[in-house]
């Protein structure tokens, strides 16, 4: 048995640890059984504090074995509190005095040193390591934004040229019936080389189309091009392709043509300019670009024509399905060149004759109109009425030049077309001077031929896709188009051509008009992309010799131009993703005039990239 003390002892002696600790902490304090009496703070102990929640818990577990009492637990917990809020401040006075004493010295350094010494500052080592992972994450930044870090991926600029292409070879045969007039006057032979004398046989010598020989060619038609994003709402485009010359309306390589002997092909420029396009509602685009006006058929304009100049577009959706747009543009045709007219002699200077001619620059104005509709997901209508003004493009009649070598001009030379396919009605643009000439012999009579008829052609566009059955559709295209600056009483005064046969080989009646219209109906996929896309068409044209400017009409339908009428059938079909094969069939007769008729047939094979 223990005595009474003896268990007491044996009983606190598992805390005599803990309370060793706490008297080593605050020695004072557990044997007077309080804090100061004034409460200010203590002084600065030199034994660092242990944790506030430790002490906390120990104080606590004393109590609950009775060695303290709670007044006493309470005095060793602010004591505690007391100790930490002193270590603090002494940290911060001695961060603040250590810093002051670092300035101190630096001043005390410079002042010792001779003048000129320079100081280097001293960097930490984990100063060094936190610069180089900052100068790494920037060059990395930029390395992957430019993507030179990355093999194989392309830089910044690069990726903002979006490139584009197609490659077609064709087979076309040409095939003309017996009974065609041979005398078709090729009127842009002569316009764009030496003046025709008239002076013998009208047009006896002149140069003709072929009106009697099948042809048949290959040929190679490859466009190149890119869209580019310069800058917010501002893009870019080019794009280069083949072509036998400079005809607007065609890029076809003749195979084995410029030339021969497997002779290098040319490239052309076909497309350059910069858009400006804020929206998806309005643009503005300045250089050579595609038609920015709607036209469904070819029956005005050819579908590879470019335009020159400056074009704005505007639509906006006004009700669910219902889209209004408007479009305006100004295209120069022809800039006059800046030497146009004959150099001055001696006698000329004296006479006082002029030597230059003023421009006679051609611009084409447009506007169009219309609304698109759409009933459903697949199926949409379209309507549209466009007004074209052709200024400085009507030839006119010269003041009295005199003309006695191929090599002399006249005023109005250059409201000659400098381009023309075949079918406008022309006139004589020289007033020769009658000169005296010896006994026996004809004055020349060098002539060039300007077009006979003002162009202000209004053309109204309609389409109906119905797509009930998609993907396959039916879609119904025509259009209509009337020259409303044609007169006839002036043109039966001027004509050369475009007048009614005799039997008696005189001119006839002109037979000449200013309208034409066009339907065409297509069944299948509205485009071929994808292996057994396909779809069918028919149509037919009517388009009278002056109801728009022959220069810009289909290239294809009777070997090119106006004044024909006729119908074409023709499919394409998929062989491969982006490849496709396609054939037409043509047929096209004259509707003024002497007879002229031609079916062509041609053979494609397409491909996109």
């Known amino acids: 048995m223990f005595d009474r003390k003896s268990d007491t002892a044996w009983r606190l002696a598992p805390l005599a640890v803990s309370m060793c600790a706490l008297a080593c902490t605050v020695p004072a304090l557990a044997q007077d059984g309080g804090g100061r009496a004034d409460g200010k703070r203590p002084a600065v102990s030199r034994a660092k504090p242990i944790s506030p929640n430790s002490t906390s818990s120990l104080v606590n577990l004393?109590?609950?074995?009775?060695?303290?009492?709670?007044?006493?637990?309470?005095?060793?917990?602010?004591?505690?509190?007391?100790?930490?809020?002193?270590?603090?401040?002494?940290?911060?006075?001695?961060?603040?005095?250590?810093?002051?004493?670092?300035?101190?010295?630096?001043?005390?350094?410079?002042?010792?040193?001779?003048?000129?010494t320079k100081h280097v500052t001293y960097v930490p080592e984990i100063v060094k390591r936190q610069l180089r992972d900052e100068i790494k994450r920037e060059v990395m930044d930029r390395a992957h934004s430019e993507n030179w870090a990355s093999p194989g991926k392309y830089p910044e600029w690069a990726q903002r040229i979006r490139f584009s292409g197609d490659m077609r070879a064709r087979y076309e045969g040409q095939f003309y019936p017996t009974g065609n007039d041979p005398r078709l006057i090729n009127y842009n032979a002569i316009n764009t080389g030496s003046p025709y004398d008239l002076s013998e046989n009208q047009f006896y010598w002149a140069p003709t189309y072929n009106t009697s020989q099948n042809r048949d060619r290959a040929r190679l038609r490859v466009r190149l091009g890119a869209d580019i994003d310069i800058a917010d709402s501002f893009v870019g485009g080019l794009r280069i392709a083949t072509g036998d010359s400079n005809s607007p309306v065609s890029l076809n390589q003749t195979l084995g043509g410029s030339?021969?002997?497997?002779?290098?092909?040319?490239?052309?420029?076909?497309?350059?300019?910069?858009?400006?396009?804020?929206?998806?509602?309005?643009?503005?685009?300045?250089?050579?670009?595609?038609?920015?006006?709607?036209?469904?058929?070819?029956?005005v304009w050819h579908r590879d024509l470019g335009f020159d100049g400056v074009a704005a577009q505007i639509r906006h959706e006004v009700a669910?399905?219902?889209?209004?747009?408007?479009?305006?543009?100004?295209?120069?045709?022809?800039?006059?060149?800046?030497?146009?007219?004959?150099?001055?002699?001696?006698?000329?200077?004296?006479?006082?004759?002029?030597?230059?001619?003023?421009?006679?620059?051609k611009w084409m104005f447009g506007v169009q109109a219309g609304v698109g509709v759409k009933f459903d997901p697949q199926s949409s209508f379209r309507f549209g009425v466009a007004y074209y003004d052709f200024t400085n493009t009507q030839g006119r009649l010269s003041t009295p030049c005199s003309v006695l070598v191929s090599a002399d001009v006249c005023n109005t030379d250059q409201t000659r077309p400098s381009f023309a396919q075949k079918g406008n009605t022309y006139r004589r643009l020289r007033n020769i001077i009658p000169e005296v000439m010896p006994a026996g012999t004809l004055q020349s009579e060098f002539q060039y031929f300007g077009l006979a008829s003002q162009s202000r052609p209004v053309v109204i566009s309609g389409q109906l896709d119905l797509g009930d059955f998609h993907p396959v559709h039916v879609v119904i295209d025509g259009?209509?188009?009337?020259?409303?600056?044609?007169?006839?009483n002036a043109m039966n005064l001027i004509a050369i051509?475009?007048?009614?046969?005799?039997?008696?080989?005189?001119?006839?009646?002109?037979?000449?008009?200013?309208?034409?219209?066009m339907g065409r109906v297509t069944v299948g996929h509205k485009e071929v992309k994808r292996l057994w896309d396909w779809n069918v068409h028919a149509g037919y044209k009517y388009l009278e010799s002056d109801a728009t400017i022959d220069a810009f009409a289909d290239s294809d339908f009777g070997l090119g131009g106006t004044n024909l009428k006729g119908y074409f059938i023709g499919g394409n079909v998929g062989v491969a993703d982006n490849v496709w094969a396609s054939l037409r069939w043509l047929s096209a007769n004259n509707i003024a005039g002497g007879p002229y008729a031609v079916d062509v047939v041609q053979f494609d094979l397409n491909a996109k990239f």
Do not use: C, H
């Not at 543009?329 to 800046?338: E, V």
């Not at 259009?479 to 006839?488: H, I, L, M, Q, S």
């Not at 051509?497 to 219209?517: E, L, M, R, V, Y």
């Open 62 to 116: 004393l109590v609950k074995q009775g060695v303290i009492t709670e007044e006493q637990a309470t005095a060793l917990i602010k004591q505690a509190d007391d100790e930490a809020y002193v270590a603090r401040e002494s940290a911060k006075s001695a961060a603040a005095r250590a810093e002051e004493a670092a300035k101190t010295a630096n001043a005390a350094s410079a002042a010792a040193l001779p003048p000129g």
């Open 259 to 299: 030339g021969g002997n497997f002779s290098k092909y040319s490239l052309w420029l076909d497309r350059a300019y910069v858009r400006y396009q804020p929206s998806n509602e309005f643009n503005v685009a300045v250089g050579r670009f595609d038609n920015p006006f709607w036209s469904p058929t070819d029956l």
């Open 320 to 361: 669910p399905g219902v889209t209004p747009f408007f479009v305006a543009g100004a295209f120069p045709t022809f800039n006059s060149d800046l030497n146009a007219g004959y150099n001055l002699d001696q006698n000329d200077i004296k006479d006082g004759l002029p030597g230059k001619y003023p421009s006679n620059d």
């Open 479 to 488: 259009e209509y188009v009337n020259n409303t600056a044609f007169d006839r």
């Open 497 to 517: 051509n475009n007048n009614a046969p005799t039997s008696d080989g005189s001119i006839g009646p002109f037979q000449g008009g200013n309208q034409g219209w």
